[in-house]
């Protein structure tokens, strides 16, 4: 069992900056990849970003060159700094993360299947 907690969302203006952070307990050696989605309002939940456990991303056309997705294995977390901030990225972000050690295809990440554990969710706001 792993469970995620994210933190770290709020209100900001738009062209401003949030750190979004994923902190994972249970299964803690950092073998697995994790994922970041997020989900507007009367919109279906969209894939954002992803991490390998190889250390590899992937990003959302809309998100790239604005955010950035890390891990920190020592610290069993993942963060995810958003730059840049436009007020469509208005939407509560989730923290996912897969486990299983399975090989996923690349472009499995920008889906929901590879991911067995999900958190909560973190609101985040942007005003324009």
């Known amino acids: 069992q792993v469970q995620l907690v994210e933190s770290g969302g709020g209100l900001v203006q738009a062209g401003g900056s949030l750190r979004l952070s994923c902190a994972a307990s249970g299964r803690t050696d950092g073998s697995y990849a994790m994922g970041w989605f997020r989900q507007a309002p009367g919109k279906e939940r969209e894939f954002v970003a992803a991490?390998?456990?190889?250390?590899?991303?992937y990003y959302a056309d809309s998100v790239k060159g604005r955010f950035t997705i890390s891990r920190d294995n020592a610290k069993n977390t993942v963060v995810l700094q958003m730059n840049i901030l436009k007020p469509e990225d208005t939407a509560v972000y989730y923290c996912?993360?897969?486990?299983?050690?399975?090989?996923?295809?690349?472009?499995?990440?920008?889906?929901?299947?590879?991911?067995?554990?999900w958190g909560q969710g973190t609101q985040v706001t942007v005003s324009s």
């Open positions: 996912a993360a897969d486990p299983s050690g399975r090989y996923w295809s690349g472009t499995d990440y920008y889906t929901s299947r590879p991911y067995g554990y």
């Open positions: 991490i390998r456990r190889s250390g590899r991303t």
